[in-house]
Structures are given as structure tokens and as C-alpha cells.
């Protein structure tokens, strides 16, 4: 499966994004994909994923409350709409998911990125104060 992350740019602190990550090939609806960020001289850090059926949504708790998960089963597509933007939420933004199936008993939760194998190009979200 190939990700394509789009939707990143500037904004001003208080201001909003969605970002959008458009999967081609096949997906496994018990899969999750996750979205993880990246900033200059920081790991790679975990934002938030929901399986392709919907289900099983999870935060990091920096950022609950304020960016939320969603999906567009038809375009393959999933979203993430990201409120009340801070300075902090500047990085590079990555969607990920498994490139073949994984056991439907399990859901990662924050860092589990041996879960992940196939990740997008990244999309650059810059938040000025």
C-alpha cells in the first residue's frame, strides 16, 4: 500500500488543518492507519489512529481534544482535523499503516510503530504564534 499525505501549510496559532492521506493498493479494514509528526531534532512522536473501518480511534493526549479522526471509505482516504493549532504542532506530519494484515486482537496504542511498515511522505504543518 502507498500513503499520499497532503493538507499541511501555515497557520496561525488558534487556526485549523486538515490534513489528508489518500492510500492506494489494498487495506485491511482491521488495520489501523496512524498519523505520527516529527520535529527538528525530536523522534518521531505518535498523534493518533483509528482502524479503516472507523473503529478504535486513539490520541496522544497532547493533542485530545482539539484534532479529530475521520475517514472517507469511498476515496480511501482518511482526514485529520486539526483545531485549535498551537506552536507546538509545528512538524512534519507521516500516516502510516500496515502494508499487510495484522491480528484483528490487537490495536497499537501511542508508540507501537513495529505496527507500522508503510508511511506517506510527510506533510509540513507550521503553527506561528
Known amino acids: 500500500v502507498q500513503l499520499q499525505a497532503s493538507g499541511g501549510g501555515l497557520v496561525q496559532a488558534g487556526g485549523s488543518l486538515r490534513l489528508s492521506c489518500a492510500a492506494s493498493?489494498?487495506?485491511?479494514?482491521?488495520?489501523?492507519v496512524g498519523w505520527f509528526r516529527q520535529s527538528p531534532g525530536k523522534e518521531r512522536e505518535f498523534v493518533a489512529k483509528?482502524?479503516?473501518?472507523?473503529?478504535?480511534?486513539y490520541y496522544a493526549e497532547s493533542v485530545k481534544g482539539r484534532f479529530t479522526f475521520s475517514r472517507d471509505n469511498a476515496k480511501n482516504t482518511v482526514y485529520l482535523q486539526m483545531n485549535s493549532l498551537k506552536p507546538e504542532d509545528t512538524a512534519v506530519y507521516y500516516c502510516?499503516?500496515?502494508?499487510?494484515?495484522?491480528?484483528?486482537?490487537?490495536?497499537?496504542?501511542?508508540?507501537?510503530?513495529?505496527?507500522?511498515?508503510?508511511w506517506g511522505q510527510g506533510t509540513l504543518v507550521t503553527v506561528s504564534s
Open positions: 502510516t499503516t500496515p502494508a499487510t494484515r495484522r491480528p484483528s486482537g490487537y490495536q497499537p496504542t501511542g508508540g507501537d510503530m513495529w505496527y507500522y511498515d508503510s
Open positions: 493498493g489494498r487495506t485491511f479494514s482491521t488495520n489501523a
Open positions: 483509528m482502524r479503516w473501518n472507523g473503529e478504535s480511534t
